[in-house]
């Protein structure tokens, strides 16, 4: 068994969609980033690259590369899957924590823990997704931005 823990942060801003877990929210603010700029995706890829000391998403899809420019949270987590199972490991669980003031989205995590598992080709109650706000702390709480969580429990199967 190997643990591994992921971390990010994104500003939000006017004019770019809100992508959490793969999931739109209806939102006056987005997060900016290279890619979609999905925090918890992008945490969870931490998490699961480094439980497999894989390095970390920047090294395997680096900011300066247009490339990357965009694209889907989505199809990263499918290669980083791609990247962790080569290596012979297979996700355990995922639990992550989307810290976020506004807007609220509860209602939406069903959603992402099914967009997640089917991306990463697990079932869904294998992804624990969960909400906080930072009672108007800091930059999250100020609505400057949203920050994410992830811890990834892998395995290697029995031959």
């Known amino acids: 068994m190997r643990i591994g823990f992921g971390y990010d942060a994104h500003p939000l801003v006017t004019g770019k969609p809100l992508v959490i877990g793969g999931v739109t929210i209806p939102a006056d603010k987005g997060a900016a980033g290279h890619s979609d700029a999905d925090v918890l995706t992008h945490a969870i890829m931490d998490a699961l690259l480094g439980a497999a000391a894989l390095r970390d998403i920047g090294y395997h899809f680096p900011a300066d590369d247009r490339w990357f420019e965009n694209i889907s949270s989505m199809h990263l987590l499918d290669d980083v899957m791609e990247l962790i199972r080569s290596s012979g490991y ?21 959603a992402m823990q099914r967009s997640l598992a089917r991306v990463m080709g ?8 969960k909400a906080t706000t930072t009672e108007h702390m800091g930059f999250v709480g100020r609505g400057e931005g949203i920050a994410a969580y992830a811890v990834a429990l892998l395995f290697k199967p029995s031959p």
Request: a negative charge; glycine letters at 4%; hydrophobic letters at 40%.
């Open 122 to 129: 697990i079932d869904e109650d294998q992804v624990g997704v």
């Open 90 to 110: 297979e996700p355990a669980n995922i639990d992550a924590t989307v810290c976020l003031q506004r807007p609220k989205i509860a209602e939406y995590i069903p």
